[in-house]
Nanobody
Framework: QVQLVESGGGLVQAGGSLRLSCAAS????????MGWYRQAPGKQRDLVASITSGGSTNYADSVKGRFTISRDNAKNTVYLQMNSLKPEDTAVYYCKITVGFKGNWGQGTQVTVSS
C-alpha cells in the first residue's frame, strides 16, 4: 500500500506563502493522479488542486491564480505552492494518490492563516 507523508504546513499571516510537499512510497507515483484536498472544521473535504501523470492540472475556483500544483516524478513528490493566502484558506490539507479506482490519503497537515 502506498504511503503518503505531507509536510510544509504551519501558521502564516494573510498575504503570505507556504509550500506543501507530499512524498509517496512505492513505484506507482509516475502513473498516478495526485491531488490536494482541504477540510476546515465542520466542513466537508474539498478538492483544491489535482495533477495527472501527464501534467494536466485542475484547480478549485477559490484558489485559481494563487495556488500552483506541481510534481517531481523522480522524487515521488507532489507540491502545492500557496501564495496570497487568506484566512479562509485555513484548513487541514490532505494529499491523495489515485491509480485507477484506488486512492490513498495522507495524514494531513494544518495550514492556519491569520488575519
Amino acid at each position: 500500500q502506498v504511503q503518503l507523508v505531507e509536510s510544509g504546513g504551519g501558521l502564516v499571516q494573510a498575504g503570505g506563502s507556504l509550500r506543501l510537499s507530499c512524498a509517496a512510497s512505492g513505484s506507482i507515483f509516475s502513473i498516478a493522479v495526485m491531488g490536494w484536498y482541504r477540510q476546515a472544521p465542520g466542513k466537508q473535504r474539498d478538492l483544491v488542486a489535482s495533477i495527472t501523470s501527464g501534467g494536466s492540472t485542475n484547480y478549485a475556483d477559490s484558489v485559481k491564480g494563487r495556488f500552483t500544483i506541481s510534481r517531481d516524478n523522480a522524487k515521488n513528490t507532489v507540491y502545492l505552492q500557496m501564495n496570497s493566502l487568506k484566512p479562509e484558506d485555513t484548513a487541514v490539507y490532505y494529499c491523495k494518490i489515485t491509480v485507477g479506482f484506488k486512492g490513498n490519503w495522507g495524514q494531513g497537515t494544518q495550514v492556519t492563516v491569520s488575519s
